[in-house]
């Protein structure tokens, strides 16, 4: 049984883009392998945890699509087995150079949480750092960080 870590994330581009991805994931209830398939089209753990940066997709059911104009958006709450969905995010916007995307993400159980940009462990932080920094501040606003820390 994994760790589940939470994830806040959010996809933007060309509405035609996002709305297709957006159709396609809804449709098959997954999301990485829609933005990097497998080679070979079957399920490869090794695979997945080096190009997704967790080992299983994700259920989709917590994002919406919001369209805007011609520029649209994916945004909500996923869980991911064991870490974060960066690798997955990195090499769609390597491959959609017209898309932007953001992830932040928590796991407490391993002590650690972050962005697309970077990683922090969070017992090494003190409460400060949730409230005087532009990254602490927008994980605690996500996840709740400093209530989890009261509650322990």
């Known amino acids: ?4 870590c939470s994830n806040h994330i ?10 297709k991805v957006f159709g396609k994931a809804k449709e098959e209830n997954k999301l990485l392998e829609l933005l990097v398939p497998f080679p070979d089209g079957e399920y490869d753990r090794d695979f997945a945890i080096n190009h997704w940066g967790t080992k299983w997709d994700v259920d989709i059911e917590g994002l919406d699509f ?6 649209s958006r994916i945004s909500g709450y996923i869980d991911s087995a064991w870490g974060p969905p960066t690798e997955a995010l990195h090499t ?3 491959d959609n150079p017209d898309c932007e995307a953001q992830l932040l ?6 002590d650690f949480a972050g962005s697309m940009d970077g990683e922090i462990t ?11 920094t532009e990254l602490g501040e927008l994980l605690d606003s996500h996840f709740g960080i400093l209530d989890y820390r009261l509650e322990e």
């Open 105 to 110: 993400y928590y796991e407490p159980a391993m």
């Open 92 to 94: 769609w916007l390597e």
């Open 10 to 19: 959010e996809l933007m581009g060309p509405r035609d883009k996002i709305e």
């Open 66 to 71: 919001e369209p805007d104009g011609d520029y």
């Open 1 to 4: 049984m994994p760790n589940w």
């Open 122 to 132: 969070i017992s090494e932080c003190e409460d400060e750092y949730f409230t005087k």
